[in-house]
Each structure stands twice: as C-alpha cells, then as structure tokens.
C-alpha cells in the first residue's frame, strides 16, 4: 500500500505561482512513477505532469508545457508541481498518484491516489 497526501493548494491570482507538495509512505517511492492529475468543476481528471523512477524521464501535457515543472526527492519521499504563470483555467483539485512498472500519463494506469488538493486562480 502507498499512501499519497497533498499540500500546497489554494486560492491565487492570474500569473501567480504555487508548489504543489505530495507526501509517499509506504512501498517503496523511489520505485514509483508519480503522477500529477487535475479534475476541473464538470470535467473529466486528466493528465498534467509524470516523473518516471529513471531519472530524467518526465512527461508534460501539452496545455502545461514551459509553465509548470515536476520534480522529486527520494531521499524525503516527495514529489512536487511547481506551477507559474497560472491561469483561470488552471482551476481544479490537483491530485498526485503513483504507479508501479510502468511509466503512463493514462489515469488507469495510476493504483494509488490522494486526496486531492484544491487550485484556484483568480482572473
């Protein structure tokens, strides 16, 4: 079992930053791929941001690029989302997630889920 708790959301204007902070226990982390998912108010959670447990293998949607940075300690059993220049419809509940032998951006291929933290940017 892996637990999963974020940290870090809240209310933000318009060309704000925030870091996103998620906390593992349990299996062991440095074997994972961390996820980081976002369900906006009537929409369906989609992909933002994986880390693979190899180093240097990350993946970015495409509405995040240039803006938002994934990264992770092992040593701490943390992974983050640093998010600048946020906008609008950046608002969401931001969730991390963890998978295990494989590296994915589907949502499915994630078992292990937090509870989610809450992003709002103010226009």
């Known amino acids: 079992q892996v637990q999963l708790v974020e940290s870090g959301g809240g209310l933000v204007q318009a060309g704000d930053s925030l870091r996103l902070s998620c906390a593992a226990s349990?299996?062991?982390?440095?074997?994972?791929?961390m996820g980081w998912f976002r369900q906006g108010p009537g929409k369906e959670r989609e992909f933002v941001a994986a880390i693979g447990r190899v180093a240097g293998t990350i993946s970015y949607a495409d509405f995040v690029l240039g803006r938002f940075t994934i990264f992770r300690d092992n040593a701490k059993n943390m992974v983050y989302l640093q998010m600048d220049e946020l906008k609008p419809e950046d608002t969401a509940v931001y969730y991390c997630?963890?998978?295990?032998?494989?590296?994915?951006?589907?949502?499915?291929?994630?078992?292990?889920w937090g509870q989610g933290t809450q992003v709002t940017v103010s226009s």
């Open positions: 349990g299996r062991t982390f440095r074997s994972a791929t």
């Open positions: 997630a963890a998978a295990y032998g494989v590296f994915s951006v589907r949502p499915a291929a994630y078992e292990y």
